[in-house]
């Protein structure tokens, strides 16, 4: 069982009330689901559209073609009529299209008619559509109205009614007229009947950062981050969190500094061009020794770009941007579950080392949803690293940036004893105080970069190796492109592994970038070397990560394949170009 | 009881004369009357000459990037308003590079204290024109003179309805030093602008300049009446008024965001157990 469910419309129609009701009843139901969304940077109007695969076994990206479209405006018909699949079919209401379609792969549904007769509103069309949808699969209703109830749960029992009667309509419907569905969800029933978590990048993250004791968040809102703030700050009251909304991302970033060094755990969020603006205030980071944790997640540039669409094309600029030289970390999460832990790391390594930790995603995982058992809160780690109450008044002595072995001097809260705390832009003493001379500035310069970073680098994990153990074929990637590149050697693997005779392939997926990850725990060159052909597989036009890999060891990609149209690899895309690659070479 | 002693700093790298001397020494003395220790409050500042004040005294500070103290505060403020802030810097560094900071500080009104060392030009990066400089001065970036509006901090203040906006002069220090106590007494977020010769590089606004022009504000101007607040703020030219332009009783931010009521956030034990919970949400 794989069936991918295509919601279009205009912006304001409902589509992902329609996508996300689905979604969450199928992840309910006990199904594998990967979800994405494709829109126009625009509230009303314009063509969008939800999609929404659902398996018996895990899925990680999105597919080419399609098993039903639910047609809310014309264009979901004439743009993607030919990606259905054989069998495929289209619902659509022809009173609200204002046109009828004859052929045998169409099935008229007049959901505003459905929804008047059976909910006394055609507020309810939407609930009319999903109840089809679910009906055309054969899947019961049960679980949809128990998400219809708690959903509508501050809206009175009437309301509740009207959608589930909507909802019954739908189906009733669809059973009835569907002639030609031939879905078979029974492969459903062999799965345990456990609901999966169902959840998007953006939320991983911020999840992440609650998990991780985060206490304050500033931001300016740009998509695709805005998503972290609106969730953190729906958990304000719950967790005593201060969510401030910057005036811009200047100050967005030197709030949460001044916020961090104050005492408490600090994050901003935001996407390429705002990055830009906070460039200077990374660069203080690193120079006062600040911890702070910045979610970037990229979108299509130079400038505005596409502000709704994806690409991977700001590694090379978080890497090296900045004044000056000082540390900084930089995690990739290619899944929503790595998006959690990695925020963790992301605030364990901050606080620990006092250097800025980027992580680094894009509009693709923030955006899909993904299904998953469970996410282990006990797997999280928290330490508070600061110095303050009777720790920090029993000391004789405090200087905010005391040489010591390690490089790292504790920080300690202001205000909280007779110790002052004392940081400077401008190079400074151990103090913190300004200073001119030659032999401090190198001290200093030699305990903030050179002490701190062997230290981090160990830290660091090597990228997760998915596959054939002896591949012959290796899909290299770091980031979003993880889901796609798993599934790819997962549909690749019975074609092209020949047994013992080679042709077996595999993925290195890098999530934790910079420090460059070393290879005495995993001699991941060793996998690419011995490799015959080595793709480095990127969401962008330049294959920034082929050159990182590069520039740390020596290693060069002879092939690539890289997307820069705005829009994430499907399966079957990669696939494609993974063939063209391989037959290039291997005639 | 605090003295000199105990805010005594670096020596100053100022010039002979600046006004930044008499700023300091008010700064000191308004703390040791107030009976302040210097790690009871924090210092934040930017870049430019005033923003060097913190060093050449001794407290909790952070000397940030050039325009960017006025956030970073409100970052310290949020998340310990048990510490009293206090921001030095200048006109360069306040109401030019962090101009959009200062406007949304005033409307955001966390308790800060903001002073503002306004010598009407660019002392660190050597004696271009300033958002305060006067029209028509001349310098060797504006060989024909500032054509751009002398900037107005006071009746910014007043039109943005700023909590507290007050206008000193670093030759009466005296003065001051009342000022400087008034900001930190008030409630709220508290502009302080400081007219101040700057020696080296301002040949217009010297000292005799602004003695014969700043008066002392009477018991007369009501500084909670926003109109005559705003025809105070006007006044410039033959006679500069210096004191309390203006001042209103809007809530601070700190006390109206609900969880930091009771507590400052940084206090505030983080209590990892209720993830589980929340973590039910995405099923």
């Known amino acids: 069982m794989d069936y991918s469910i295509k919601i279009g419309g205009e912006a304001g129609q409902g589509i992902q009330t329609i996508g996300g009701t689905l979604a969450k009843v199928f992840a309910r139901t006990g199904c594998h689901v990967f979800t994405h969304q494709d829109y126009e940077s625009r509230i009303r109007g314009g063509h969008n559209f939800y999609q929404v695969r659902l398996a018996d076994r895990p899925v990680t990206s999105s597919r080419d073609g399609i098993d039903i479209i639910v047609a809310l405006d014309k264009e979901s018909i004439s743009l993607h009529e030919r990606e259905l699949n054989e069998n495929g079919l289209i619902i659509y209401d022809s009173e609200a299209l204002r046109q009828k379609h004859e052929g045998p792969h169409f099935l008229d549904v007049p959901f505003l008619t459905l929804a008047v007769e059976n909910s006394g509103s055609k507020i309810m069309a939407n609930t009319v559509a999903v109840g089809a949808v679910l009906g055309m699969l054969g899947m019961d209703l049960e679980v949809l109205f128990g998400s219809l109830r708690e959903t509508f749960s501050k809206k009175g029992d009437e309301v509740i009614t009207g959608n589930i009667n909507a909802a019954r309509a739908g189906r009733d419907f669809a059973v009835k007229y569907c002639q030609k569905c031939s879905f078979d969800v029974g492969a459903i029933h062999e799965l345990p009947l456990q609901a999966k978590m169902l959840i998007t990048g953006v939320d991983a993250i911020a999840l992440g950062a609650i998990a991780s004791g985060v206490k304050f968040y500033s931001a300016y809102p740009m998509t695709p981050s805005t998503g972290i703030m609106n969730y953190i700050a729906g958990k304000e009251e719950e967790y005593g969190i201060i969510v401030e909304q910057a005036e811009d991302e200047i100050a967005a970033i030197n709030m949460a500094l001044g916020a961090s060094f104050a005492g408490v755990r600090s994050m901003t969020g935001t996407s390429g061009g705002g990055f830009a603006l906070m460039v200077e205030g990374l660069s203080l980071a690193g120079m006062t020794e600040t911890p702070i944790v910045i979610a970037l997640g990229q ?16 590694l090379q600029f978080a890497l090296y941007t900045a004044h000056g030289e000082f540390p900084r970390v930089i995690l990739a999460p290619g899944t929503p579950e790595q998006a959690f832990y990695l925020t963790n790391k992301a605030f364990e390594l901050t606080e620990k080392y006092q ?4 992580i680094i995603f894009d509009q693709h995982l923030a955006d899909t949803e993904w299904t998953f058992e469970k996410f282990d809160p006990d797997k999280i780690r928290y330490a508070d690293m600061r110095l303050r109450g009777d720790a920090l008044s029993g000391m004789t002595e405090y200087k905010r940036h005391a040489f010591t072995e390690s490089g790292v001097t504790p920080l300690a809260v202001p205000g909280d004893s007779r110790h002052l705390v004392v940081t400077d832009s401008d190079e400074h003493d151990e103090e913190g105080h300004i200073v001119e001379d030659a032999e401090t500035r190198i001290k200093m310069l030699d305990k903030r970069l050179f002490k701190k970073m062997p230290l981090i680098r160990q830290e660091i994990e090597p990228p997760m190796f998915y596959g054939h153990e002896a591949p012959e074929i290796v899909l290299a990637g770091w980031g979003s492109t993880y889901g796609v590149m798993k599934e790819a050697v997962d549909a690749l693997s019975p074609t092209l592994d020949k047994g013992g005779q080679g042709g077996g392939i595999a993925m290195l997926h890098f999530s934790e970038i910079y420090p460059f990850p070393p290879t005495d725990k995993f001699n991941y060159l060793d996998i690419l070397n011995n490799a015959k052909f080595a793709i480095c597989i990127e969401n962008n036009a330049t294959g920034q990560f082929a050159r990182l890999v590069r520039a740390e060891t020596g290693y060069e990609f002879k092939y690539k394949i890289n997307k820069y149209d705005g829009r994430s690899f499907t399966l079957d895309e990669l696939e494609k170009e993974i063939a063209a690659r391989l037959n290039k070479t291997n005639p | 009881m605090p003295t000199l002693q105990d805010y005594k700093g670096q020596n100053p790298a100022w010039c002979p004369g600046c006004g930044n001397y008499s700023i300091l020494k008010s700064f000191k003395d308004a703390m040791i009357e107030m009976d302040i220790e210097p790690h009871r409050i924090a210092l934040v500042s930017g870049i430019g000459q005033a ?19 006025l956030p970073v505060a409100a970052g310290m403020r949020l998340a310990n308003h048990g510490l009293p802030l206090m921001v030095f810097t200048g ?6 590079e962090g101009g959009n900071h200062l406007l949304h500080n005033m409307r955001r009104n966390l308790n800060i204290k903001l002073f503002v060392h306004d010598n009407q030009i660019y002392g660190l990066t050597k ?10 001065m001349t310098t060797r970036n504006q060989p024909f003179g500032v054509f751009s509006e002398q900037f107005n901090p ?10 507290f906006a007050a206008r000193a002069f670093s030759g009466d220090m005296a003065h001051l030093k009342e000022m400087i106590k008034a900001a930190y007494n008030h409630r709220g977020f508290s502009l302080v602008d400081i007219l101040q010769p700057c020696v080296s590089f301002n040949k217009i606004n010297t000292y005799e300049w602004y003695k014969e022009r700043v008066y002392h504000i009477g018991p007369e101007h009501n500084p909670e009446d926003r109109s005559q607040a705003f025809t105070k703020a006007l006044e410039w030219g033959d006679r500069i008024p210096i004191g309390i332009i203006y001042k209103n009783s809007r809530p601070a931010l700190e006390d109206r965001i609900p969880i930091i009521k009771d507590m400052p956030l940084v206090r505030q034990l983080f209590d990892p157990s209720k993830i589980k919970d929340t973590l039910q949400e995405f099923y």
Do not use: W
């Open chain 2, 127 to 136: 004696g271009q024109a300033s958002p305060t400089s006067m029209e028509g």
């Open chain 2, 91 to 96: 006109d360069g560094d306040c109401y030019g």
């Open chain 2, 154 to 163: 006071m009746a910014a203040a007043v039109a943005l309805d700023c909590s």
């Open chain 1, 299 to 314: 979108r299509p540039g130079p400038a505005t770009g596409f502000p709704t669409r994806t690409e991977q094309g700001d």
């Open chain 2, 51 to 69: 923003a060097k004040l913190p060093h050449y005294t001794k407290c909790n500070t952070f000397n940030g990037l050039h325009g960017r103290a």
């Open chain 1, 355 to 358: 250097v800025p930790v980027i």
